[in-house]
């Protein structure tokens, strides 16, 4: 293995060199390994994850003190920020500091937003129901959005603006707009916060990788149970009304389909991620798998691969059972990111099908001794090295909670071990 370069572009030149090499199933020179440092960084820094969120230049300032200390080859902070769902008034998230203590993670808050008698409305007109229903249910300062006549009464034009237009100066449509556009704001500052950011590291040496800022996307079964049903209220509708939630996933395979395209034009980045939630092993048999979740998944990832964009694809939970599926994708056209799956099955499985990240839990992280994690961590490098295209992570793909270390350790040694 030749010495690593030392200048900053030099590193970040070969650094890239390595991602690519495997994300095209090439054997790159040695194994490169991602560091998404979530929560660690503040106790790195000895502050709270609020002040994180709260303090982009603070945030930015801990995720270099990390990088600089464990020098992965590519590495992230915390997730998102509150602003918008605070702006809003959401309630389908909790932020350290708001609803939670300043010190504990991001969490999501799931609800049955959407009742079972939703579903003919949202079929009928998605875009209708979701503003002036579903909005109004998710987030308290747009309930006044509720009061909103047909959105497709805009066409009847000057005749809809003469009927209708009072209605934007009630306090509760003022209160919807101002919020929205605080909401836009927020979003706007931490966009910019995140363009800084990566030109920043890029500076240090370190590339942003760009399949993990594309489109967010959702297997259909998920962007229902998820945001609109509930995980109770899907796994009814799954006995109870499957036409219609069978009828529901189409629909929402063509929105994410538009929402994925336009992403990847508006920001030149043709990647979608998409996390999995309810279709691993344990969450539903093999015979619903086959007829609510991969079907549709599929069809989703094939279109996106069809128009250009790679499809990320992190499989939460244990998918074990269901690698067959998944080595029946299109060879190179996708990402998978492994969370609770055995890493060795997984590479064997998909050898020449995808890339594949994961491999370090970050239990053994937390919990294990230096010289178990070097011998894990070189067992795992060594099953990649027989056929590359694997990138060294985190199961969950961040490290809150973890001894720093154990990090250092883990990162060093996958450093330390060619891919040939």
Same mark, same amino acid.
């Given at each position: ?26 054997? @790159? ?26 303090? @982009? ?26 602003? @918008? ?5 959401? +309630? ?28 003919? %409305? ?38 809809? /603006? ?18 929205? /556009? ?10 910019? %916060? ?24 959702? %297997? ?12 109770? $209220? ?5 006995? +109870? ?69 790679? @499809? ?14 998944? %080595?029946?994708?299109?060879? =190179? ?25 994961? $491999? ?26 027989? =056929? ?33």
């Amino acid at each position: 293995m030749t010495p690593e370069p030392e200048s900053p572009q030099q590193l970040l030149a070969a650094r890239l060199a390595l991602f690519d090499d495997a994300v095209a199933l090439r054997i @790159p020179e040695r194994i490169p390994v991602v560091a998404r440092f979530g929560g660690l960084l503040a106790d790195l820094e000895g502050v709270t994850r609020q002040a994180l969120y709260e303090d @982009p230049e603070l945030a930015q300032r801990a995720l270099e003190n990390a990088m600089l200390r464990f020098a992965p080859d590519s590495g992230s902070g915390q997730w998102h920020t509150p602003g @918008p769902s605070l702006a809003l008034g959401d +309630r389908s998230t909790r932020w350290p500091g708001h609803d939670l203590p300043p010190n504990v993670s991001f969490q999501y808050h799931e609800h049955e937003f959407t009742k079972p008698e939703d579903y003919d %409305a949202f079929l009928t007109d998605p875009s209708d129901w979701a503003i002036r229903t579903y909005l109004p249910r998710v987030f308290s300062k747009l309930a006044g959005l509720s009061q909103l006549p047909p959105l497709s009464f805009a066409a009847f034009g000057y005749y809809a /603006a003469f009927q209708h237009s009072h209605l934007f100066a009630l306090p509760e449509m003022v209160t919807a707009f101002e919020a929205l /556009a605080e909401a836009a704001r927020a979003q706007l500052a931490w966009l910019a %916060a995140m363009a800084d950011s990566a030109r920043r590291l890029a500076a240090m040496g370190f590339p942003s990788l760009p399949y993990l800022r594309g489109a967010l996307l959702e %297997a259909p079964f998920d962007f229902i149970s998820d945001t609109m049903r509930g995980m109770h $209220g899907i796994f009814l509708d799954m006995r +109870r009304r499957p036409d219609k939630l069978l009828a529901a996933e189409e629909k929402v395979i063509g929105i994410q389909l538009e929402v994925a395209l336009s992403a990847s034009r508006a920001r030149n980045c043709p990647y979608a991620f998409f996390p999995l939630h309810r279709g691993s092993d344990g969450f539903m048999s093999l015979q619903a798998f086959e007829r609510f979740y991969w079907p549709q998944l599929r069809a989703m990832m094939l279109q996106l691969i069809d128009a250009g964009i790679t @499809p990320v694809v992190f499989y939460e939970g244990n998918w074990e059972q269901r690698l067959p599926y998944l %080595a029946d994708l299109p060879k =190179g056209k996708t990402i998978g990111m492994f969370q609770r799956s055995d890493i060795f099955q997984v590479m064997e499985a998909l050898r020449g099908v995808m890339c594949v990240m994961g $491999g370090m839990p970050v239990s053994m992280l937390s919990g294990s001794t230096p010289e178990e994690v070097r011998t894990y961590t070189r067992r795992v490098c060594q099953c990649a090295r027989e =056929g590359g295209g694997f990138i060294m992570t985190t199961d969950i793909g961040e490290l809150e909670g973890c001894n720093p270390e154990l990090v250092k350790v883990w990162i060093e040694t996958t450093k330390q071990c060619a891919a040939v």
